[in-house]
Protein backbone atom coordinates (compact mmCIF):
# COMPACT_ATOMS: atom_id res chain seq x y z
CA UNK A 1 0.00 0.00 0.00
CA UNK A 2 1.16 3.51 -1.13
CA UNK A 3 1.44 5.94 1.22
CA UNK A 4 -0.48 9.63 1.15
CA UNK A 5 2.84 11.16 0.31
CA UNK A 6 3.89 9.02 -2.55
CA UNK A 7 -0.24 9.31 -3.80
CA UNK A 8 0.63 12.83 -3.90
CA UNK A 9 4.03 12.79 -5.98
CA UNK A 10 2.50 10.41 -8.21
CA UNK A 11 -0.52 12.69 -8.55
CA UNK A 12 2.04 15.69 -9.11
CA UNK A 13 4.05 13.67 -11.99
CA UNK A 14 1.11 12.43 -13.80
CA UNK A 15 -1.00 16.08 -14.01
CA UNK A 16 2.41 17.75 -14.95
CA UNK A 17 2.37 19.94 -11.72
CA UNK A 18 4.67 22.69 -11.60
CA UNK A 19 4.30 23.57 -7.78
CA UNK A 20 4.42 20.43 -4.98
CA UNK A 21 4.37 21.51 -1.45
CA UNK A 22 5.65 17.99 1.09
CA UNK A 23 6.30 20.60 4.18
CA UNK A 24 4.75 19.53 7.20
CA UNK A 25 5.05 15.93 7.07
CA UNK A 26 7.16 14.57 8.73
CA UNK A 27 8.80 12.89 5.96
CA UNK A 28 12.62 11.55 6.81
CA UNK A 29 13.02 10.43 3.02
CA UNK A 30 11.65 11.66 -0.11
CA UNK A 31 10.13 9.34 -2.49
CA UNK A 32 12.17 8.37 -5.20
CA UNK A 33 9.39 9.71 -7.93
CA UNK A 34 9.65 12.88 -6.70
CA UNK A 35 12.95 13.09 -9.78
CA UNK A 36 10.19 12.44 -12.18
CA UNK A 37 8.53 15.31 -11.55
CA UNK A 38 9.99 16.97 -14.62
CA UNK A 39 7.67 19.92 -14.90
CA UNK A 40 7.93 21.18 -11.40
CA UNK A 41 9.16 24.76 -10.74
CA UNK A 42 8.95 25.00 -7.42
CA UNK A 43 9.48 22.13 -4.75
CA UNK A 44 8.70 22.93 -1.11
CA UNK A 45 10.32 20.05 1.58
CA UNK A 46 10.74 22.46 4.60
CA UNK A 47 9.74 21.70 8.05
CA UNK A 48 9.82 17.99 8.08
CA UNK A 49 12.85 15.47 9.20
CA UNK A 50 15.53 15.06 6.10
CA UNK A 51 18.90 14.49 6.57
CA UNK A 52 19.48 14.40 2.55
CA UNK A 53 17.26 15.32 -0.32
CA UNK A 54 18.23 12.63 -2.96
CA UNK A 55 21.14 13.04 -5.30
CA UNK A 56 18.18 12.83 -8.24
CA UNK A 57 16.78 16.03 -7.18
CA UNK A 58 19.39 17.53 -10.06
CA UNK A 59 17.49 15.59 -12.44
CA UNK A 60 14.68 18.23 -11.90
CA UNK A 61 15.78 20.39 -14.86
CA UNK A 62 13.03 23.16 -14.69
CA UNK A 63 12.90 24.18 -11.07
CA UNK A 64 13.39 27.46 -9.52
CA UNK A 65 12.85 27.35 -6.42
CA UNK A 66 13.36 24.81 -3.88
CA UNK A 67 12.64 25.28 0.15
CA UNK A 68 15.07 22.66 2.53
CA UNK A 69 14.66 25.11 5.44
CA UNK A 70 13.95 23.08 9.18
CA UNK A 71 14.94 19.93 8.08
CA UNK A 72 17.88 18.06 9.81
CA UNK A 73 19.56 18.01 6.69
CA UNK A 74 23.65 17.34 7.40
CA UNK A 75 24.92 17.42 3.95
CA UNK A 76 23.53 18.80 0.18
CA UNK A 77 23.13 16.73 -2.52
CA UNK A 78 26.34 17.28 -5.11
CA UNK A 79 24.14 17.07 -8.15
CA UNK A 80 22.38 20.62 -6.51
CA UNK A 81 24.70 22.47 -9.07
CA UNK A 82 22.50 21.00 -11.79
CA UNK A 83 19.96 22.87 -11.27
CA UNK A 84 20.28 25.25 -13.97
CA UNK A 85 17.25 27.42 -13.57
CA UNK A 86 17.35 27.42 -10.08
CA UNK A 87 17.03 31.05 -8.88
CA UNK A 88 15.98 30.54 -4.75
CA UNK A 89 17.45 28.02 -2.52
CA UNK A 90 16.80 28.18 1.26
CA UNK A 91 18.52 25.76 3.42
CA UNK A 92 18.07 27.67 6.81
CA UNK A 93 17.82 26.10 10.13
CA UNK A 94 19.84 22.44 9.08
CA UNK A 95 22.61 20.92 10.81
CA UNK A 96 24.77 21.67 8.09
CA UNK A 97 28.38 20.97 9.10
CA UNK A 98 29.84 22.08 5.64
CA UNK A 99 28.37 23.23 2.70
CA UNK A 100 31.28 22.86 -0.14
CA UNK A 101 31.53 26.29 -2.05
CA UNK A 102 32.05 24.36 -4.96
CA UNK A 103 27.83 23.36 -4.57
CA UNK A 104 27.30 26.85 -4.40
CA UNK A 105 28.88 28.08 -7.55
CA UNK A 106 27.60 26.10 -9.51
CA UNK A 107 24.52 28.00 -9.36
CA UNK A 108 24.81 30.51 -11.62
CA UNK A 109 21.17 31.42 -11.95
CA UNK A 110 20.57 31.84 -8.08
CA UNK A 111 19.29 35.09 -7.15
CA UNK A 112 18.47 34.23 -3.39
CA UNK A 113 20.05 31.47 -0.81
CA UNK A 114 18.78 31.86 2.42
CA UNK A 115 21.23 30.49 5.22
CA UNK A 116 19.98 31.44 8.38
CA UNK A 117 21.46 29.64 11.16
CA UNK A 118 24.57 27.69 9.73
CA UNK A 119 27.80 26.82 10.69
CA UNK A 120 30.45 27.18 8.11
CA UNK A 121 31.36 27.09 4.29
CA UNK A 122 34.40 24.93 3.45
CA UNK A 123 36.50 25.55 0.24
Known amino acids: MKSSVDQ ?16 HLNITVVPVQLCKAK ?3 RLQLNNNRLIMP ?6 LDHLQELS ?4 QLT ?10 RLTYLNISYNPLGDLPRLCLLGLVTIKIIAIVNFLKIND
Open 54 to 59: PEEVGD
Open 8 to 23: VVEHACSEHSTSLNLS
Open 39 to 41: HLL
Open 75 to 84: VLPSSLYRLS
Open 68 to 71: LEHN
